[in-house]
């Protein structure tokens, strides 16, 4: 049998696969953002133990990956356990426009998050480029607050990089790239809270059903 020649398609694919593998390689032997993500789980796990909140935001696709990020605190990433307290400041829609049409889409996490937080909670954003206003002025209310504001980023950190507590950079050129590494990040956070604050709970196997009572 002769080997097809690479699609279009499959080319593209191939790609993104190298692409993203270069990229894991990049981080998985970079000390200081390895240094920041131990950094970062430490101060979430700080966080919820003393009974705070954890609010999350980003723009677009990293809109989506606060929401992700949220739903695997809240409900749970592999382990049957309490629920922890996170919230993603970017899902309504009413409260959104509200201030974006009084104040700005640069105020959007901003008003939230001075109504909101406390001095027991934080702030974690996704930014891709490191510049999404929104998400500097809800960095700049965190410094005002003394809460922490964390920050997983792409391209340097841009401006985040000297607002934030932490803020976790990745290698990748595309924001895909970036956006890859930060759903790994973000898993892998949760993991290590899970870890830490529920040791003897039990770990679900990938096909193994939740329990009726645990529902």
């Known amino acids: 049998m002769t ?31 390895l240094a920041n993500f131990e950094a970062m789980a430490a101060m979430l796990i700080d966080c919820f133990r003393r009974g705070g909140r954890v609010y999350i935001a980003g723009n677009g696709g ?9 739903g695997e605190f809240v409900s749970r990433l592999a382990r049957d356990r309490a629920p922890l307290p996170a919230e993603a400041l ?3 829609g009413a409260l959104l ?3 974006g049409n009084d104040y700005g889409f640069d105020q959007i996490f901003a008003r939230q998050l001075r109504g909101k937080l406390t001095d027991r909670d934080m702030f974690l954003g996704f930014t891709s480029s490191g510049n999404s206003p929104n998400i500097l002025e809800a960095l700049h209310v965190c410094r005002q607050l003394g809460v922490p504001g964390l920050m997983l980023a792409g391209r340097g950190g841009g401006a985040a990089a000297g607002l934030a507590s932490v803020c976790l950079t990745v290698p990748g050129e595309t924001t895909s790239t970036v956006q890859e590494l930060h759903m790994i990040l973000a898993h892998s956070l949760c993991e290590v809270v899970e870890q830490a604050l529920f040791p003897r709970q039990t770990r679900l196997l990938p096909q193994q059903a939740v329990p009726e009572y645990v529902r």
Not at 8 to 20: E, I, W
């Open 3 to 33: 080997a097809r020649a690479s699609s279009p398609a499959a080319s593209v694919l191939h790609a993104n696969f190298v692409r993203s593998a270069q990229a894991m390689r990049a981080l998985s032997v970079d000390h200081v953002q």
């Open 97 to 99: 426009t509200a201030i």
């Open 62 to 70: 990293s809109a989506a990956d606060a929401q992700h990020m949220a």
């Open 90 to 92: 970017n899902v309504d």
